[in-house]
Each structure stands twice: as structure tokens, then as C-alpha cells.
């Protein structure tokens, strides 16, 4: 790539994340890790693109969309760039794309999110905030977002909650993991548009459920699936979501429960939802704990997560119904 700058304009950040549609915290990862773009900086300090930079976003983004690893294309230059996207659709094996078999490549990405695991952890471990934070924002880029999420982050979750349990970690330790991946979680959203027809969702936990990284990460698997999602955080009653469900006309509730106990709060709460929302609403349920009310689940009518490719089947199949009601 060349290091000869376009001085025609100079611009903030928060213009080229509009204008190439790349997220912020994403053109600086690609920056920091790749050198995919060189900005100059004001005499504040401020991070400053030209054009040409913008151009390079642009081309950058669309290319990872393709399925293009920024790794390989970081540094292409833009003609190089502008001429893998034109004949990539022709071109049988595109000379900057793996030609490694499908499978191939995702156990080498699997491969790549185990060693991200054990760097994370060890970044956990040492209380090491800035660290976690820069792994998580490599792996995003290296893996995408759904790997990710499947690949590093539920396992990584798992065993900082094992590893608490045993008395390795304390509570902080996990309070400071789930606080970057909040603040990370907009880098892995869906940036495009649903269509206005698209099947509508709530998501959410019910009330006492504390933990809503399940629950967030589930708004996003839903997103990659073009639903449209509202998501509402934590520690909702019954009759709150109930009314979110009706202010968004949505089809569908999807209800993350991490923590059992022996109550009857979240029975109560599912059985009151199931008659507010009436039953023409699928109601999803999901997490660690939600087996434990296996007995409520069956009554109410819930259809049950039981892993990731079943939760998307779920989805599938609910937008189809939807799209098939719309149609008659």
C-alpha cells in the first residue's frame, strides 16, 4: 500500500465510520492491527482521514463482506482492491481468497479461537482490562462475529464461570469481562437495514435474571438472521415486556434464564407472559439454567434453545410462517 496522502480533505472519525461504513472501533482495529489505513493526527491529538482513506473503507468493507479475509487484503492498493471486486463473481478461485476447502477453514478459525481463548483468560486472570478489550477486538476482526460469539466467547464465559465456581476467579474478575463485551457488543451487530416486512422480536430477561449476556447475545444471532430486534436489557416483569411486545407488534419473545433457584418467580413470570402475549406469540427460551423449569416451559408452550444452529433453525422457521401469513 502506499503511504502517499490525499491532503484534498481531513476528516474526523465519526464522518468516515458514515461515509464508509465501517464502525469506528472497527477502523481502528484494522489500523492498529493491519495498517489498512494511516491517519494523521490534529494538533489535539485527533485521529484525521482523507478521502483516500475513506475510499480504502469502503472497498475494505466490502470485500470482508465478500468473505475476504483483511488480513490478505489490508494492504492491496485501491486499484488492486476495485479489481478483486470486479472479478470476483468470474474469477473461479480469486487469487487473494483461501483455496482451502470450507471445512479447512473452519477448523483453522476454530484453531485461531482456542489461542484467543487462552489469551483472553490469561487477560482475565490478570485483571488486564486494556488486554482483554484488544484481543477481543482482534478476534472479531480475524474471526467475525459469529465465530466469535460461538467459537471464543461462550466458551471463554463458561470457564471464567467454572473457574469461579472453583475459586480462581472472584466476581470482579467476570463483572470486568462482561463489561468490555457490552461495550464491544455494537461492533458485532448487524449494520443492515431489516426489510420493513421483517419479523420483529423482543428479547430480554425476565425479572431477577441479572445476567444478560445471553440474552444480548441472542439479539445479535437474531439480527444476523434479519430479524428486527429490540432488545431491553435485564430484569423485565412479565407485563413490561408484554407491552414491548405490543408497542413493536412483535412475533416473537426470546428470554435468556442464566441463574436457578428454587422459587417460583420465573414460573410465575413465563406462565403471566404466555397470557399476555396471548398464543399466536412464539415464546423462546434459552440459557444455562432454563432446563430447571423444564415442567413450566412444557405448559406454557416454550420453544426451548438448545444450542446455536438450533436456535437460527428456530428462527428460520418462525420467518417463514411470518412471511408466509403476509403473503395469504
Known amino acids: 500500500m502506499s503511504t502517499q496522502k490525499d491532503n484534498s480533505a481531513q476528516y474526523l472519525i465519526s464522518t468516515v465510520t458514515k461515509r464508509s461504513g465501517v464502525k469506528s472501533d472497527l477502523v481502528r482495529a484494522w489500523e ?96 488486564d482490562a486494556h488486554a482483554l478489550e484488544s484481543h477481543f477486538e482482534n478476534a472479531i476482526v480475524e474471526l467475525g462475529p459469529q465465530l466469535f460469539i460461538e467459537n471464543l466467547l461462550t466458551p471463554l464465559l463458561t470457564q471464567i464461570g467454572e473457574r469461579w465456581r472453583d475459586g480462581e476467579l472472584r466476581p470482579v474478575h467476570e463483572h470486568m469481562a462482561s463489561s468490555i463485551i457490552r461495550s464491544l457488543t455494537y461492533i458485532l451487530r448487524n449494520n443492515t437495514p431489516c426489510a420493513a416486512n421483517a419479523p420483529r422480536m423482543i428479547v430480554t430477561t425476565p425479572i431477577g435474571q441479572l445476567h444478560e449476556l445471553g440474552a444480548l447475545l441472542a439479539a445479535i444471532i437474531a439480527e444476523f438472521k434479519n430479524w428486527k430486534v429490540t432488545y431491553l436489557g435485564a430484569n423485565l416483569p412479565s407485563e413490561e415486556i408484554a407491552a414491548a411486545v405490543k408497542y413493536t407488534q412483535a ?7 442464566s441463574f436457578s433457584a428454587d422459587d417460583l418467580v420465573v414460573p410465575r413470570e413465563l406462565r403471566k407472559l404466555r397470557k399476555l402475549i396471548g398464543n399466536d406469540k412464539a415464546l423462546i427460551v434459552g440459557g444455562r439454567s432454563a432446563g430447571h423449569y423444564q415442567a413450566v416451559l412444557d405448559e406454557v408452550g416454550v420453544l426451548k434453545i438448545q444450542n446455536y444452529d438450533h436456535f437460527r433453525l428456530l428462527l428460520d422457521e418462525l420467518a417463514a410462517k411470518h412471511y408466509a401469513e403476509q403473503s395469504t
Not at 490478505?72 to 478461485?93: G, M, T, W, Y
Not at 483453522?108 to 487462552?118: G, H, S
Request: with cysteine.
Open 251 to 257: 412475533n416473537a419473545v426470546t428470554l435468556s434464564i
Open 32 to 127: 492498529r492491527r493491519y495498517q489498512a489505513v494511516s491517519p494523521t493526527r490534529t494538533a489535539g491529538g485527533h485521529r484525521v482521514y482523507t478521502d483516500l482513506d475513506i475510499a480504502r473503507l469502503k472497498l475494505l468493507n466490502e470485500a470482508t463482506s465478500s468473505g475476504h479475509s483483511i488480513g490478505q487484503i489490508a494492504n492491496l492498493s485501491l486499484d488492486d482492491l476495485k479489481k478483486l471486486l470486479q472479478h470476483e463473481s468470474s474469477a473461479p478461485v480469486s487469487a487473494y481468497r483461501s483455496s482451502t476447502p470450507p471445512a479447512a477453514v473452519t477448523s483453522e478459525r476454530r484453531f485461531l479461537a482456542e489461542d484467543y481463548i487462552e489469551k483472553c483468560y490469561a487477560a482475565v486472570l490478570a485483571f
